[in-house]
């Protein structure tokens, strides 16, 4: 396979207080997922955008946002999602991108690196569909050979539950060959996101200090650092980002969704 004929698209909604991570903000409260993600996002889409092996997109939603923000310096071709449940917002992409084996991944995965990605090309030239495993019985990664673009495996998948693989493997048309990747964890829920929080830590303030020197450098090259102890206040820290953010971007929007959540409003 050539690499400019890999393609992998980049599941990502817009990074706005109030919108993003519904499921996680529903137990952690939206100012705390909302930090959570756009943090997330600028530390791990980079590096899959600027790998050459393949060609990165941004699908996605809501359909008007072209994925511009200024908290990454990266600007892939975006591909709209489209309306629908999530395995129809998938096949509308599959069937969107160019000819080639594709692959797409949220940005809800803490550990996902370019080395995953890779992974799951190298199994797509033996296999028709890949899925990387998630912990809570659902996957990170889906990727289908161009015969296999054609076919709908999403079927009756029961999405958000703990069968959403075993759906997926099972809708798979006979005579088409599967392959599985690593087993990593997306963070969608408090459970999750507490999981994650008793073993790292991401610096989350833009003006927040690491308290010790190996911290400060963790954080300076984006690394997830160990966690020392909860946080002592989000929804400060929350409001202090969220007027920087506001800043940056010049988004009335943003600022009126930010002090209506913030403020404790529905």
């Not at 008007?64 to 975006?78: S, V």
């Not at 160019?98 to 033996?126: C, K, N, Q, W």
């Not at 495993?133 to 050979?145: F, K, M, R, T, V």
């Amino acid at each position: 396979m050539r690499p400019r004929r890999r393609h992998l698209a980049i599941f990502l909604k817009e990074p706005r207080l109030g919108r993003a991570k519904g499921r996680l903000a529903r137990d952690v409260g939206h100012g705390e997922a909302w930090l959570f993600y756009r943090r997330l996002v600028r530390r791990v889409l980079p590096p899959l955008a600027r790998d050459a092996r393949w060609t990165t997109w941004l699908a996605t939603t809501p359909d008007g946002w072209r994925g511009r923000e200024p908290f990454w310096p990266f600007a892939p071709p975006c591909l709209p999602q489209g309306p629908g449940d999530v395995g129809q917002r998938m096949l509308r992409v599959f069937r969107s991108l160019p000819p080639g084996p594709a692959i797409i991944v949220g940005s809800d995965i803490p550990d996902l690196a370019p080395a995953h990605v890779a992974r799951g090309f190298e199994a797509l030239g033996r296999a028709d569909m890949v899925l990387g495993p998630a912990e809570d019985g659902g996957y990170w990664l889906i990727g289908l050979s161009q015969r296999a673009r054609a076919v709908n495996p999403f079927a009756g998948v029961r999405w958000s539950s703990p069968w959403a693989l075993a759906d997926t493997e099972r809708a798979l048309p006979a005579g088409l060959r599967l392959a599985l990747v690593d087993r990593l964890a997306d963070v969608d829920d408090g459970p999750a996101y507490l999981r994650w929080r008793a073993q790292v830590s991401v610096d989350i303030g833009p003006g927040s200090q690491a308290s010790d020197s190996s911290s400060m450098r963790a954080q300076e090259s984006g690394s997830l650092i160990p966690r020392a102890r909860a946080s002592d206040s989000l929804i400060p820290r929350a409001q202090e980002s969220a007027t920087h953010s506001i800043s940056m971007s010049n988004s009335i929007g943003q600022d009126a969704m930010a002090t209506k959540v913030l403020a404790g409003g529905s």
